[in-house]
């Protein structure tokens, strides 16, 4: 855990007084609706079709357990007994009334939470994979550069009114959990053939309606030159991004209208006047930053110890085992994900005693940490291997061990026409029917590691162009439609999905996913081979024509 | 308008002349868009009246350079306040281009962007609401902590942290001037 210094909690303090003191001026109206709609995107508060939501940022994806319990507070306070925990490691609260939105933040503030930047077009909640620091697979722990530049970020005073949203992924790990290629610019933190630390540095990739994978800018950039790079990126893209309109002014259309390469050389020129400025890292800065992240103290213990032999009988224990258990840099320890997907349910909801019931096993069993994945579910990062076998009983009484992360069930999903002012059409009700059709275990596991993205407009918070089945609901003359894409995926291999063939209804989508995991059953070449490998090898044609037959 | 000069209110003494107007008033100093300045380049040589140049969003900062030496002021525009290249201008100015007179904030400036403004070296603000101009000081101590270094000279976090460490104390007292640093 990053523990916050008396400037973070000063800052946060004063953030908390200046947005009391907006929202008076609101509702004393000296600040018009117009005015006020940016200030209070910049801390997390949005106009929804039903009431105000506050989206706090959970900043790459790491939590205490004691502000978990305080989300929990405030879902039950203020709320409806529930949060919606989001793609961007982010947390929604949907039923929040305005004038009760200074003490909520007040509440959550306490505890180092807020909503600063997680919207508006400002530098976003920096994300980062949610197994850093624990897995076995990273050249180092990817929070420490997302802190840093979570805090070169706060409040910048240039980049607050970019010409639109800016969210920016780190991986540290080869294998890529954090969809860096799908974001306005990407990391990929590896070390050069020296042993030095440094980054890869992708621009321009995004998801929205005009999708794009992110173009390598520069293969290597070493680590201490992480923030002036960051500065010149973003200073080419205030001043020549396009304000013209809307849907045109990400940096990844700028990216795609001058080209990567004429990008790039904006960027190197800028860089060339300030990365020997004020922003150069020094190890001293580097190491004040990562003094203050606290590891847990672990203790020397067999990795497979009894505790674990004796509950593998129980072939339930197996199961989820099996399929929610990772390996763990220390012997003797796992990391544990919790499944935020269960059968019918909206994906990644977590109601207040959920929140609880985690925090309460976190501190238990997992140093007081908890996490939060872009695929919306929870994890455990450090649990030690002895006590699965205890901790899986309290998830499986709190309906929180559902054994099927990476199966088609474990369903990313935004929220749709059911909340969100933007959609077209609903999100969650397809995904819970799709996981109601899958809800045989022994099936979805036969089908293996199956990602089913759901976006209910072109907006794609659903991320529907990076599932290996993709799902966008589109409204025709009134009606809810869906459009299906094949073979796309958000990893280190990062494509967009092919469109399948013509949009169906809604009460269509369900038949037709079980009609493609059907036609993929009969063209595996095996049962090793993967949903997402079948479509690379034969493309969508033998998907399309066994599909659209049947309808 | 009010005119706020380093957090005072004070008199501007620059007439801002439209492009449409016909003649340049005599013997005073004016503000003028890059368009009407261009036009009257050699008349104002002439003159010998101190000259403001509205520097226009979409055109790159750096070639401002070779009239700077005969300008009093820059001002840079804000068409709504949710545009934002004129950030990006006024550091490029302050701190690449080295500019140390007069730098003004003119369109839709309004009270939450003024710390902002001066952060990225703004000095002069023309405020659109006169309650604004009233809560300028408010506006501008609404925050004591700032994480990162501009050419403002306020010690930004990235080392006013390592000030609290007694072997680091020479880094505690210098500014974080940006890129000229």
């Given at each position: 855990m990053y523990v916050y210094d008396e400037f973070d909690r000063a800052f946060l303090a004063e953030r908390v007084a200046d947005f009391r003191d907006q929202v008076e001026r609101r509702l004393s109206g000296a600040l018009s609706e117009d005015e006020f709609k940016p200030l209070r995107l910049m801390n997390g508060v949005y106009l929804q079709l039903h009431a105000y939501m506050l989206r706090i940022a959970i900043p790459y994806g790491t939590l205490s357990s004691d502000q978990l319990r305080r989300m929990a507070h405030v879902a039950r306070v203020y709320d409806r007994g529930y949060g919606h925990f989001t793609t961007r490691q982010n947390i929604q609260f949907n039923w929040i009334k305005l004038e009760?939105?200074?003490?909520?933040?007040?509440?959550?503030?306490?505890?180092?939470?807020?909503?600063?930047?997680?919207?508006?077009?400002?530098?976003?909640?920096?994300?980062?994979?949610?197994?850093?620091?624990?897995?076995?697979?990273?050249?180092?722990?990817?929070?420490?550069?997302?802190?840093?530049?979570?805090?070169?970020?706060?409040?910048?005073?240039?980049?607050?009114?970019?010409?639109?949203?800016?969210?920016?992924?780190?991986?540290?790990?080869?294998?890529?959990?954090?969809?860096?290629?799908?974001?306005?610019?990407?990391?990929?933190?590896?070390?050069?053939e020296d042993g030095e630390l440094g980054f890869e540095v992708l621009v321009g990739g995004g998801l929205g309606r005009t999708p794009f994978v992110g173009k390598s800018i520069r293969p290597f950039l070493p680590v201490r030159h992480v923030l002036s790079y960051i500065e010149a990126i973003m200073r080419v893209y205030n001043q020549f991004g396009r304000r013209d309109n809307i849907y045109k002014a990400r940096i990844k259309i700028l990216v795609h209208e001058i080209g990567a390469e004429a990008f790039a050389q904006a960027v190197e020129a800028e860089w060339a006047n300030i990365r020997d400025g004020a922003l150069k890292l020094t190890d001293e800065i580097i190491d004040d930053i990562r003094a203050r992240f606290l590891y847990p103290d672990f203790a020397a213990l067999e990795a497979e110890p009894a505790e674990l032999k004796a509950a593998l009988e129980d072939p339930r224990f197996a199961t989820w085992y099996r399929n929610s258990v990772h390996k763990h840099k220390v012997p003797g320890y796992s990391i544990v994900t919790i499944s935020l997907k269960p059968v019918g349910a909206p994906p990644g909801d977590a109601t207040a005693d959920q929140m609880d019931v985690v925090a309460d096993l976190a501190d238990a069993y997992a140093f007081h940490e908890i996490r939060v994945g872009h695929e919306q579910n929870l994890c455990l990062p450090n649990v030690a291997t002895k006590d699965l076998p205890e901790l899986w009983r309290q998830l499986d009484a709190a309906e929180l061990a559902t054994p099927n992360v990476n199966h088609i069930s474990d369903i990313i999903a935004c929220p749709g026409l059911d909340y969100c002012a933007l959609a077209n059409a609903r999100a969650i009700p397809v995904a819970q029917e799709i996981s109601k059709r899958f809800a045989d275990l022994d099936r979805s596991r036969g089908i293996g590691r199956l990602h089913v993205n759901i976006s209910g407009c072109i907006n794609a918070c659903g991320h529907h162009h990076v599932g290996h089945i993709g799902i966008l609901g589109v409204e025709k003359n009134g009606q809810e439609f869906y459009q299906i894409t094949l073979g796309g995926r958000a990893d280190e291999h990062a494509q967009l999905g092919t469109l399948l063939g013509p949009a169906v209804s809604y009460d269509q989508v369900p038949g037709l996913i079980e009609d493609i995991v059907d036609a993929y059953l009969e063209l595996r070449s095996s049962p090793k081979e993967l949903f997402i490998d079948t479509v690379h090898r034969l493309g969508v044609e033998p998907f399309k024509e066994r599909v659209y037959a049947t309808h | 308008m009010p005119l706020i000069e380093n957090g005072k209110l004070v008199e501007d003494r620059f007439i801002r002349v439209a492009d449409e107007d016909e003649t340049l008033p005599a013997s005073t100093p004016v503000l003028l868009s890059l368009d009407r300045f261009l036009k009257e380049e050699e008349a104002l040589k002439s003159a010998n009246v101190e000259v403001g140049l509205i520097w226009p969003n979409n055109k790159p900062i750096a070639e401002i350079a070779p009239y700077l030496p005969r300008?009093?002021?820059?001002?840079?525009?804000?068409?709504?306040?949710?545009?934002?290249?004129?950030?990006?201008?006024?550091?490029?100015?302050?701190?690449?281009?080295?500019?140390?007179?007069?730098?003004?904030?003119?369109?839709?400036?309004?009270?939450?962007?003024?710390?902002?403004?001066?952060?990225?070296?703004?000095?002069?603000?023309?405020?659109?609401?006169?309650?604004?101009?009233?809560?300028?000081?408010?506006?501008?101590?609404?925050?004591?902590?700032?994480?990162?270094?501009?050419?403002?000279?306020?010690?930004?976090?990235?080392?006013?942290?390592?000030?609290?460490?007694?072997?680091?104390?020479?880094?505690?007292?210098?500014?974080?001037?940006?890129?000229?640093?």
């Amino acid at each position: 855990m990053y523990v916050y210094d008396e400037f973070d909690r000063a800052f946060l303090a004063e953030r908390v007084a200046d947005f009391r003191d907006q929202v008076e001026r609101r509702l004393s109206g000296a600040l018009s609706e117009d005015e006020f709609k940016p200030l209070r995107l910049m801390n997390g508060v949005y106009l929804q079709l039903h009431a105000y939501m506050l989206r706090i940022a959970i900043p790459y994806g790491t939590l205490s357990s004691d502000q978990l319990r305080r989300m929990a507070h405030v879902a039950r306070v203020y709320d409806r007994g529930y949060g919606h925990f989001t793609t961007r490691q982010n947390i929604q609260f949907n039923w929040i009334k305005l004038e009760d939105l200074p003490q909520a933040m007040a509440d959550l503030g306490e505890v180092g939470v807020h909503g600063i930047q997680t919207s508006g077009n400002c530098i976003r909640n920096v994300t980062t994979d949610q197994w850093a620091g624990a897995t076995p697979e990273e050249f180092d722990d990817p929070r420490i550069w997302a802190e840093i530049l979570r805090q070169y970020s706060t409040f910048h005073p240039e980049f607050t009114y970019l010409p639109r949203k800016f969210k920016i992924a780190i991986t540290a790990a080869p294998k890529d959990r954090a969809a860096t290629k799908v974001h306005d610019v990407g990391l990929r933190l590896h070390r050069n053939e020296d042993g030095e630390l440094g980054f890869e540095v992708l621009v321009g990739g995004g998801l929205g309606r005009t999708p794009f994978v992110g173009k390598s800018i520069r293969p290597f950039l070493p680590v201490r030159h992480v923030l002036s790079y960051i500065e010149a990126i973003m200073r080419v893209y205030n001043q020549f991004g396009r304000r013209d309109n809307i849907y045109k002014a990400r940096i990844k259309i700028l990216v795609h209208e001058i080209g990567a390469e004429a990008f790039a050389q904006a960027v190197e020129a800028e860089w060339a006047n300030i990365r020997d400025g004020a922003l150069k890292l020094t190890d001293e800065i580097i190491d004040d930053i990562r003094a203050r992240f606290l590891y847990p103290d672990f203790a020397a213990l067999e990795a497979e110890p009894a505790e674990l032999k004796a509950a593998l009988e129980d072939p339930r224990f197996a199961t989820w085992y099996r399929n929610s258990v990772h390996k763990h840099k220390v012997p003797g320890y796992s990391i544990v994900t919790i499944s935020l997907k269960p059968v019918g349910a909206p994906p990644g909801d977590a109601t207040a005693d959920q929140m609880d019931v985690v925090a309460d096993l976190a501190d238990a069993y997992a140093f007081h940490e908890i996490r939060v994945g872009h695929e919306q579910n929870l994890c455990l990062p450090n649990v030690a291997t002895k006590d699965l076998p205890e901790l899986w009983r309290q998830l499986d009484a709190a309906e929180l061990a559902t054994p099927n992360v990476n199966h088609i069930s474990d369903i990313i999903a935004c929220p749709g026409l059911d909340y969100c002012a933007l959609a077209n059409a609903r999100a969650i009700p397809v995904a819970q029917e799709i996981s109601k059709r899958f809800a045989d275990l022994d099936r979805s596991r036969g089908i293996g590691r199956l990602h089913v993205n759901i976006s209910g407009c072109i907006n794609a918070c659903g991320h529907h162009h990076v599932g290996h089945i993709g799902i966008l609901g589109v409204e025709k003359n009134g009606q809810e439609f869906y459009q299906i894409t094949l073979g796309g995926r958000a990893d280190e291999h990062a494509q967009l999905g092919t469109l399948l063939g013509p949009a169906v209804s809604y009460d269509q989508v369900p038949g037709l996913i079980e009609d493609i995991v059907d036609a993929y059953l009969e063209l595996r070449s095996s049962p090793k081979e993967l949903f997402i490998d079948t479509v690379h090898r034969l493309g969508v044609e033998p998907f399309k024509e066994r599909v659209y037959a049947t309808h | 308008m009010p005119l706020i000069e380093n957090g005072k209110l004070v008199e501007d003494r620059f007439i801002r002349v439209a492009d449409e107007d016909e003649t340049l008033p005599a013997s005073t100093p004016v503000l003028l868009s890059l368009d009407r300045f261009l036009k009257e380049e050699e008349a104002l040589k002439s003159a010998n009246v101190e000259v403001g140049l509205i520097w226009p969003n979409n055109k790159p900062i750096a070639e401002i350079a070779p009239y700077l030496p005969r300008l009093a002021l820059v001002a840079l525009n804000f068409p709504t306040f949710r545009d934002g290249r004129a950030y990006s201008q006024a550091r490029l100015l302050r701190e690449r281009l080295g500019w140390k007179g007069p730098l003004r904030a003119v369109g839709n400036v309004l009270r939450d962007q003024f710390l902002i403004m001066a952060r990225s070296g703004f000095d002069q603000i023309v405020p659109v609401k006169p309650a604004d101009a009233q809560a300028f000081d408010a506006a501008m101590h609404s925050y004591t902590v700032f994480y990162q270094p501009t050419g403002d000279g306020r010690k930004s976090l990235l080392r006013a942290r390592l000030g609290r460490s007694a072997t680091r104390a020479d880094d505690n007292g210098s500014s974080d001037r940006g890129a000229a640093a």
